[in-house]
């Protein structure tokens, strides 16, 4: 798995409670282009990213990786909840949507199935 995000409070909790539960983190990044790149490099399964990111939103990366031949499954976070986003989710090639706060490997493993 890959954690996105320009926030580093909230990577290190992502990675903390996910690798708890299992999950191997195999990288981080802070940005939509240093997510690229790492998904080119890392080739992970699993990308955790944020929406709001500091250069390309999250809908624009996940984009982006859904047009790789090795797609990685792609779960979008935000601190807005998905109302705020509900016509952009519904068009987006990722697996589903998880608000921040309610981050855990329960809520991963249902987008996940």
């Keep these: 798995m890959l954690v996105v995000d320009d926030h580093g409070p909230f990577r290190a909790l992502a990675r903390e409670l996910l690798q708890a539960a299992g999950y191997e983190?195999?990288?981080e990044a802070v940005d939509g282009r240093q997510a690229l790149g790492e998904c080119a490099r890392l080739r992970p399964d699993i990308?955790?990213?944020?929406?709001?990111?500091?250069?390309?939103d999250g809908f624009a990366?996940?984009?982006?990786l859904?047009?790789?031949?090795?797609?990685?499954a792609v779960v979008l976070t935000s601190t807005r909840d998905a109302g705020a986003y509900r016509?952009?989710?519904?068009?987006?090639p990722v697996r589903g949507f998880i608000h921040k706060p309610e981050l855990s490997a329960a809520a991963l493993d249902a987008m996940l199935g």
């Design 87 to 92: 016509r952009r989710l519904a068009g987006s």
């Design 25 to 27: 983190v195999v990288g």
């Design 66 to 72: 859904a047009d790789q031949e090795r797609a990685p």
């Design 61 to 64: 990366v996940a984009a982006v």
């Design 47 to 56: 990308v955790l990213l944020d929406i709001q990111l500091p250069d390309v």
